[in-house]
């Protein structure tokens, strides 16, 4: 079981014509981890252990870098529990 929930918002400071795209490759940064995840409008919350989710965070910022873009913001909470947490247990109920 994931012991940690990481949610990530990243801020690229670019033009707002340029902001959807970068914020994409992120995603598909995401998305190619193989982690669980779920997408918001504010956020992207990821489920694993918290080393792999931290490198997640680096990397999401290196994906900026490699842009050109010049300076992001990286907004981060973690909800970490060493027997185990679960995106699931948290909003199953809404769904």
């Not at 949610?7 to 998305?31: G, M």
């Not at 913001?73 to 948290?90: L, R």
């Amino acid at each position: 079981m994931a012991e940690a929930n990481l949610s990530l918002q990243i801020l690229p400071v670019v033009e707002e014509d340029h902001l959807y795209a970068l914020v994409d490759k992120v995603i598909q940064l995401i998305r190619d981890s193989g982690l669980k995840y779920v997408v918001g409008p504010m956020e992207t919350t990821i489920e694993g252990d918290i080393d792999t989710l931290l490198g997640l965070v680096k990397k999401s910022l290196q994906v900026c870098k490699e842009a050109g873009v010049p300076r992001a913001v990286a907004v981060v909470k973690i909800d970490y529990k060493p027997s185990g947490v679960t995106i699931d247990e948290k909003i199953n109920q809404y769904r």
